[in-house]
């Protein structure tokens, strides 16, 4: 095998099949910049393949494979193998667990171990399961990849493995783009009947914190002026939001709009319309959407917890997503103030630090070398 020659990479893009979420981000950001090399061709695979090549277009050295299965250990026990067989794959990528039947070089991303560190979040099954299955998927990997410092230091701590590589997650080009929010705002009002809205983009689980967002919007009784919409899918209930959310008189509920799932231009509108985004999230392995939003010129506070310590330039719109209080504070500031000038210039950071580019040549890098 030599990279002077045709490298066949097989991708795992399942998570295409649901909604939106980091790894998908991952993916599609990593390899819209890998296939500018054309001493690659890439295999992508997922259930759904005619969407998935709307999403990466047409491409001489791309090629869409369609799964048999929709079923994960299926998947990995017979769709990917034998795809690597008949295609002559020299690497397959996946995230966070790789298949055990191996025909070929393999790389892996593992974003975050966070079930180990909060285990309150997760069920004893997935906690065990996954402890072993990602384990093992970085022991059987050439490439070990992952996505923050933080999550580098735990996997470290945990695993005992200390070769894996950062290619930290970027955001996607349209989010900088420029946009007249007048014409955005008035097209949500008319498609989504939202006016002066806070959003929240994330899919569901409890340690996303999605009942603070809703405890700040009762308590300020932010809903005589604005809305609130949460964007993201369902994966783990979130028994004590439903409670809260339960609780409110028709008036408070009908300002709330949940969206479960939608294609990137959508989330992208509906981002750009926002008055204000937040990400009040436990625990992240990177966390970008609170990147997306402020490129997006959209006022924005974070937590600041875990991976997401590492996005500094946040400064006074970081919060501790365990202090109500603060969070309150922080978000009727971006509310109610002019906060244009210092959102352009963490927009500007961003753009600096995190690009698709610098982490597309940090894997070809790997991928030469693991193949001399």
Request: charged share 20%; with cysteine; glycine share 4%.
């Amino acid at each position: 095998m030599n990279l002077k020659n045709t490298t066949n990479i097989f991708v795992d893009c399942h998570v295409f099949d649901s909604g939106f979420q980091g790894t998908r981000t991952y993916i599609q950001g990593l390899y819209t910049d890998l296939m500018q090399y054309n001493d690659l061709h890439l295999y992508l695979g997922s259930n759904n393949p005619k969407s998935l090549q709307t999403i990466f277009g047409d491409h001489p050295n791309v090629t869409y494979v369609k799964y048999q299965y929709h079923n994960k250990f299926w998947r990995l026990l017979v769709d990917i193998p034998k795809i690597i067989k008949k295609n002559k794959i020299d690497f397959a990528h996946f995230q966070y667990t790789v298949s055990p039947i191996k025909r070929c070089k393999y790389i892996v991303t593992t974003h975050d171990v966070l079930f180990i560190d909060f285990p309150n979040y997760f069920s004893f099954f997935s906690r065990f399961i996954n402890t072993i299955l990602y384990q093992q998927s970085a022991k059987w990997s050439d490439i070990r990849l992952t996505v923050s410092e933080y999550s580098k230091q735990k996997l470290e701590q945990h695993f005992g493995i200390s070769d894996y590589v950062l290619t930290p997650i970027a955001v996607d080009g349209a989010f900088f783009e420029t946009y007249i929010k007048e014409q955005v705002k008035a097209r949500v009002a008319n498609e989504y009947s939202l006016n002066d809205y806070i959003i929240y983009v994330s899919r569901w689980e409890p340690r996303k914190n999605h009942q603070m967002v809703l405890k700040a919007f009762v308590d300020l009784e932010l809903y005589k002026k604005h809305q609130l919409l949460f964007l993201g899918s369902e994966s783990i209930f979130n028994q004590e939001y439903q409670e809260l959310f339960d609780g409110l008189s028709p008036e408070i509920k009908n300002q709330i709009t949940t969206i479960n799932n939608t294609d990137f231009q959508t989330m992208l509108l509906l981002l750009r319309g926002a008055s204000a985004a937040v990400y009040p999230s436990f625990a992240e392995g990177f966390g970008i959407p609170p990147l997306e939003s402020v490129a997006a010129k959209i006022p924005t506070i974070c937590s600041n917890k875990t991976a997401m310590s590492d996005f500094s330039f946040f400064n006074e719109f970081y919060f501790d997503p365990n202090n109500q209080t603060e969070f309150n504070h922080k978000l009727l500031y971006i509310l109610e103030n002019n906060t244009t000038a210092a959102f352009e210039q963490m927009a500007f950071s961003i753009k600096e630090i995190y690009n698709w580019e610098e982490s597309a040549k940090v894997v070809y890098q790997l991928l030469k070398e693991t193949t001399k």
